[in-house]
């Protein structure tokens, strides 16, 4: 009986992250500017990004492009409460799965080049920061700066924008002294290999 049941959780467990995966190939295939790599963000590139969220700060975190939610699961269990965490999510495939994976998370529908429109519903003055799993690369350099630009104007003061790339420079060029770029970590072990840049406005003295 024990063994049954065993065999039935693992079941559950590798059928989960196949049809994640698939679903993954399946949205890359259809809209590859919109989903940066056939498979999902690995766990040790997801805790490197969530590592940096600021638990004791008191503000929710907004997450863009969770696809089949690897990072969302992380920064849960980093502590971050489901109710203060805001997921925003371009794909309709993936809102379902979200939905389902995540109750009590924040699932918003929407696009991140478009803030005003995707957050004008949501009641949140300040983040502690941003996780951003967005495919940034595909975007012309002129957007990815006004996306950063507007995504810390949303966050705490000195606090970061948190964004990997496969890439080996930063995808997003510092803007004329506006924020500063730091290189945060090299996760080898992703497939691909990731690195991780966080993008923060300088703290006035």
Request: charged share 20%; proline share 8%.
């Amino acid at each position: 009986m024990r063994s049954r049941l065993k065999n039935s959780i693992v079941g559950k467990v590798i059928s989960n992250k196949f049809g994640n995966e698939l679903k993954f190939i399946k949205t890359w295939v259809s809209s590859p500017k919109t989903t940066g790599s056939i498979v999902p963000t690995g766990v040790q590139l997801a805790r490197s990004m969530a590592s940096v969220i600021r638990t004791d700060s008191g503000l929710p975190v907004l997450e863009l492009g969770p696809g089949t939610g690897p990072i969302t699961r992380t920064i849960l269990e980093r502590g971050v409460a489901p109710k203060d965490l805001y997921a925003l999510e371009y794909s309709e495939e993936f809102l379902k799965t979200l939905h389902n994976a995540f109750p009590g998370v924040n699932i918003i529908q929407g696009d991140a080049f478009d803030l005003d429109r995707a957050l004008a519903g949501v009641k949140v003055d300040e983040y502690d920061c941003v996780i951003s799993s967005l495919p940034l690369l595909n975007f012309p350099q002129s957007a990815r700066i006004r996306l950063i630009e507007s995504l810390l104007d949303r966050i705490a003061p000195g606090r970061p924008v948190v964004q990997f790339s496969y890439g080996p420079m930063s995808p997003v060029l510092a803007n004329r002294g506006s924020y500063v770029v730091e290189h945060h970590d090299w996760v080898m072990r992703n497939v691909p290999p990731a690195r991780v840049w966080l993008y923060r406005r300088p703290v006035k003295n």
